[in-house]
């Protein structure tokens, strides 16, 4: 009888507790996201479990060894790279959210200020540092050999009226590199996470029609996986559109 209540209250437990879903994610916004839809899930019997990570190459490293289930970090042209580069057999579950990436600095209010000769600071990795190039060849800054090629770099730069120095940073330090540099192009995430305002301190941002629509990554075939799917739904939903809109006022926006 004994054995009976004990088995009876292990069940009780697993299913209270529900399937495990472990997730990789960059602290801000995508784990604040996670954990919005985590009780939602959870009424689905998804025990969702967010694992914070800050740099853009565990992340993937973890999806591939199946410690994680999902990651949500990254846009499609870095996934791309990242698992050609790598071997890696990675799909895209979903599509979430856009963060413009925003060129900032502490030492001019507007480019027309800026000295020739200054130091920008740009994404190391070759996807974030290709658009971090694209966004100063639109906006006037640099002119580049071929603007819509996603891997541009300063090697690609045909015409820099102000001879610019580009200096390669991990985009997750680049933030605190700023009173270093003149110019600094840092990510969304990342600029959130250091306190910046992309609306009101950015001195360029990438419009709403950006294509670098950050996403859910699984492993290929996993995509269709009923718990990876739930997680989708939640992610997509009104209350996740609403909470981007009224959180972030337009340094993160919808790709749903």
């Not at 209270?16 to 985590?38: D, E, F, N, R, T």
């Not at 290929?220 to 989708?232: A, H, S, T, W």
């Amino acid at each position: 009888m004994k054995k009976l209540v004990l088995l009876l209250g292990l069940v009780v437990s697993i299913v209270s507790y529900g399937a495990k879903l472990k997730v990789g994610a960059s602290p801000v916004p995508h784990a604040q996201l996670l954990q919005l839809v985590k009780d939602d899930l959870k009424n689905q019997d998804i025990d969702l479990e967010i694992i914070e990570l800050t740099d853009y190459v565990t992340p993937n490293l973890l999806l591939d060894s199946k410690e994680l289930d999902a990651n949500f970090f990254q846009h499609k042209p870095y996934l791309d790279t990242f698992s050609k580069e790598k071997n890696l057999k990675l799909a895209i579950a979903g599509n979430i959210h856009v963060e413009p990436l925003g060129v900032y600095s502490k030492k001019v209010n507007k480019l027309e200020d800026l000295k020739k000769g200054g130091v920008v600071a740009i994404p190391n990795d070759p996807t974030n540092g290709g658009r971090a190039l694209i966004l100063l060849h639109n906006k006037g800054i640099i002119k580049l050999k071929n603007p819509t090629d996603l891997l541009a770099t300063e090697f690609d730069i045909v015409e820099n009226k102000n001879n610019l120095k580009f200096k390669s940073l991990d985009a997750a330090q680049i933030p605190r590199a700023l009173t270093d540099v003149d110019l600094a192009v840092v990510n969304g995430n990342y600029a959130l996470e250091a306190g910046l305002n992309p609306l009101t301190e950015a001195l360029i941002i990438e419009g709403k029609e950006s294509p670098y629509a950050n996403l859910v990554a699984v492993r290929e075939g996993d995509e269709k996986r009923e718990d990876i799917q739930k997680l989708i739904k939640a992610l997509q939903s009104e209350k996740v559109k609403e909470f981007i809109e009224v959180t972030y006022k337009g340094a993160v926006v919808t790709a749903f």
